[in-house]
């Protein structure tokens, strides 16, 4: 059995994230934490999140520095799911000492100059780790996935553009200088746990937010390898993100080849669903998958392509990357 720390775990990912592990036959948790001044300090994981009651029940301990010795004894493999500076900061110690670390923030996405300064407001501090961290889209980098130390879990609506996207541009059926368009909605859970006016029950609705300045536009250009428009929206629902793209292709491209890209990217992959009917939030929402399916009109394809965004969007694409590493079915512990 492979010792698996989780620190953020009382967060939205980092909970279900524990979930998974408490459900994988060849993990064991080991342990929980969130940090060394949080109000949930030592609280049973199971008085936080109640679904698990009986299931874990373990506390959630506070990083503080005793925490974190206790995290690195006997760990094989970290799991962050904490804030983007706050993985910058912990990951690195966790890998000086040998632990594996795989990270759901944005902190090890992006390898480009300026990038953390303008779309993170804050420098980037661990150039070196940035460039050895690999992108754990798990469709698309496993081979390097399972070589890596450091993988950063791509963002949740970076999953469900660019599995949509990748078949396109990897066949070359983009028409080339057109940017793709992302319109996409997310649930509110996520924005994260932490108490906002922005996010109360009863000020959401549906509405757009971080037009032109949202950081999952240059993740998802960065690792397209072709720019795009990306907008995404807040709904008044828990989980779960629809994202419906809008890709004008290149002259005489054919329904029949866009079946082919997407049939050679996805007709082996058991965790992205090629469906018969467009994708909805209820189809995926409290499971693994990626939900793709389009329709052609005169060189304009429409793609949808829906996740939840705290499983395929971030806790078990985190899990996939981890079977993948340690040589596990990547669907271990997930289906
Ligand atoms: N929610 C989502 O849909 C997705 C989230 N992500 C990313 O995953 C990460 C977690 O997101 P989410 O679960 O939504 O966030 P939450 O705000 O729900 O949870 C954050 C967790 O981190 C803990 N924490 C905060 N500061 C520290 C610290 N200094 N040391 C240790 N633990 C700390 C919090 O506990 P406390 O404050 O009590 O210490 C809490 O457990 C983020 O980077 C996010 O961007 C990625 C994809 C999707
Ligand atoms: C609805 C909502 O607020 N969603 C978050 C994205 C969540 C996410 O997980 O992305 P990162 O991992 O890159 O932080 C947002 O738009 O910032």
Known sequence: MLNVVIIGASGYAGA???GLVQGHPQL?????????????????????????????DLPVQPLTDEGMAEA???????????????????????LAAGIKVFDLSGAFRVEQAGFYDQYYGFAHNQPEWLNKAVYGLAEWNADAIAQAELIAVPGCY??????????????????VGSKPIINAVSGVSGAGRKASVGTSFCEVSLNPYGVFTHRHQPEISHHLGTGVVFQPHLGNFARGILATLYVQLADGVTAEQVDAAYQAAYGHQPLVRLSAQWPSIRGVAGRPFCDLHWQLQDGLLIVGSAIDNLLKGASSQAMQCININYGFDQTTGLI
């Open 158 to 175: 970076p999953t469900a553009s660019l599995l949509a996207l990748k078949p396109l541009q990897a066949a070359g059926l983009i028409q």
């Open 16 to 18: 279900d994230l524990a």
């Open 72 to 94: 690195m004894a006997g760990t094989d493999l970290v799991c962050l799911a904490t804030a983007h500076e706050v993985s910058m900061d912990l990951a690195p110690q966790f």
């Open 28 to 56: 064991q948790l080991k342990g929980l934490y969130v940090s060394a001044n949080s109000q949930d300090a030592n609280k049973a994981f199971s008085a936080l999140h109640p679904q698990y009651l009986g299931l874990i």
